[in-house]
């Protein structure tokens, strides 16, 4: 049988890296691989560097030293690759506070220039936004408008969530619509990157958990 070539794996590769805000080296000499089906929690306390590491996994940040690699090829030589096949939601929901919750989501749809996953009426459903769905933003609860970020992960087809303390700010039920959106995509062979101050505590997740403390 043929084996297939390295390139055409979704593997993401991290080695030796380093990061810094301003002169001060906030991680070093860090490396992991993340394959299909798995999830990885990075933890560490606030000002450790959680949003800079993945701030340099998106490519939205150079690192001090390493490399990244996206199907064994430098992210930096596959761009627009890499950025179709990965999403970011960072810890700001980078919502339009004038617009309606709909709106928001059709824009992110738009963007993903037809790459996408569900209906927007579906995302409405699942994210439990039915209700408020014609709202402007600025109307929405904190916990809301993190949901409503989050529907970025369903409004795209992408191997990759990057994702930045994605249960802040949401109750009980919120976090079990994310987990259970996590896991859907996990058993799919997608591929997590998330930070998170709380414990991973599904069993499921932490079946594929690998965790990075910096």
């Not at 999830?39 to 606030?46: A, C, M, R, S, Y």
Request: aromatic share 4%; hydrophobic share 40%; net charge neutral.
């Amino acid at each position: 049988m043929t084996q297939p070539k390295e390139d055409n794996v979704a593997e993401l590769v991290v080695h030796n890296l380093q990061g810094a805000r301003g002169d001060r080296v906030l991680f070093s000499d860090l490396s992991f691989r993340l394959r299909p089906a798995e999830f990885l929690h990075i933890t560490g306390p606030n000002g450790s560097g959680k949003t800079t590491l993945l701030r340099i996994v998106c490519g939205l940040l150079s690192p001090e030293r390493g490399e990244i690699r996206w199907r064994g090829r430098d992210i930096r030589k596959v761009p627009t690759q890499y950025r179709m096949e990965s999403t970011y939601v960072g810890h700001r929901d980078g919502l339009k506070a004038e617009l309606t919750a709909l709106e928001n989501l059709d824009i992110a749809a738009r963007l993903y220039g037809g790459g996408i996953n569900h209906s927007l009426d579906d995302c409405i459903r699942v994210l439990g936004l039915r209700q408020c769905q014609d709202l402007m933003v600025a109307q929405l609860s904190a916990g809301q408008r993190r949901r409503l970020a989050l529907g970025r992960l369903l409004v795209k087809n992408a191997i990759l969530w990057i994702l930045d303390e994605p249960f802040t700010a949401i109750d009980d039920q919120g976090r079990d619509v994310v987990e259970a959106h996590l896991i859907s995509h996990l058993e799919q062979g997608g591929m997590v990157v998330l930070t998170s101050h709380q414990p991973v505590s599904h069993p499921r997740l932490r079946e594929c958990c690998i965790t990075v403390s910096l």
